[in-house]
């Protein structure tokens, strides 16, 4: 888990494209290790405790924030290389017109994805997380803050290319999406089961490709509902189009129903 891994050594830092100052994260005592260890794995467990439960304290807040607004937040997790970035591109093309769609961009450097989808047509802030390997939720707050997405908007949370550490981070979304390329194989879900365990959804990508590559969909599928038979699946290519209909109709569901909780949550 993250207290063992490194994360937190380096200070993340928020940046909106085009800003050349970004903003430095002065927290860190959730991921001290300055203090000796007379027992080391009571003491990480401890430590996992404490950070999980912060993240979730503020992952709460979060989702207040969100839900007073009538934002749906969307958090897209997958591997390295899964078609996360190019997917978004996609759907900020599609679905700008509809729905105002703004991106909180995390990435361990640069601002190139954040360039992406401005390009695109979104607005877009990028969280640098330096040796970090997921978001958390107080990165998700600083940049909700300088993102100020608009009422009734559409967020997406591109987290880190990562299938481990970002299953255990609540970042306040309304839902997790999952993100599998038919370039990985078709046994992911059973090499990663907590991240598919929290989907609301799973994306498999790339499906062009098919006929090139050694991958069951049908076998993937049955992984996914051996971990979670309440995650909907579709199959997708984000580059050309195919299925996207489909993913768009799950984003408007899911936009019917976090305004419904919202509702309910005011009376």
Not at 14 to 37: I, W, Y
Not at 94 to 109: K, T
Not at 240 to 256: E, F, L, N, P, V
Request: one cysteine or more; aromatic letters at 4%; glycine letters at 6%.
């Amino acid at each position: 888990m993250c207290t063992t891994c490194g994360c937190g050594d380096d200070g993340a830092t928020v940046t909106l494209p085009g800003h050349a100052h970004p903003h430095e994260n002065g927290h860190h005592a959730d991921h001290s290790h300055d203090h000796p260890h007379t027992h080391p794995h009571t003491e990480t467990v401890t430590l996992e405790q404490k950070v999980l439960a912060k993240n979730d304290e503020l992952a709460e807040r979060n989702r207040a924030w969100l839900a007073a607004r009538d934002i749906l937040a969307l958090n897209l997790t997958s591997s390295p290389g899964a078609g996360k970035t190019t997917l978004l591109e996609r759907t900020i093309r599609d679905l700008h017109s509809a729905r105002p769609v703004s991106v909180i961009e995390g990435d361990q450097e640069t601002l190139l994805d954040a360039e992406r989808i401005t390009a695109a047509g979104a607005r877009a802030v990028q969280v640098n997380t330096g040796a970090g390997c997921h978001l958390d939720a107080d990165m998700v707050h600083r940049a909700l803050q300088e993102l100020d997405p608009e009422h009734g908007s559409v967020l997406f949370i591109e987290n880190v290319g990562n299938l481990v550490c970002p299953a255990l981070f609540d970042l306040g979304e309304h839902s997790k999406v999952v993100i599998i390329s038919v370039t990985e194989g078709d046994d992911k879900p059973l090499k990663y089961p907590h991240m598919f365990a929290a989907a609301g959804l799973v994306i498999v990508n790339k499906i062009d490709l098919l006929p090139y590559v050694s991958f069951d969909l049908e076998k993937c599928c049955q992984y996914v509902r051996s971990l979670n038979r309440d995650a909907q699946i579709l199959a997708m290519s984000a580059a050309t189009g195919d299925g996207s209909s489909r993913w768009y109709d799950w984003i408007t569901d899911c936009a019917k129903s976090a305004s419904a909780l919202a509702t309910v949550d005011k009376t």
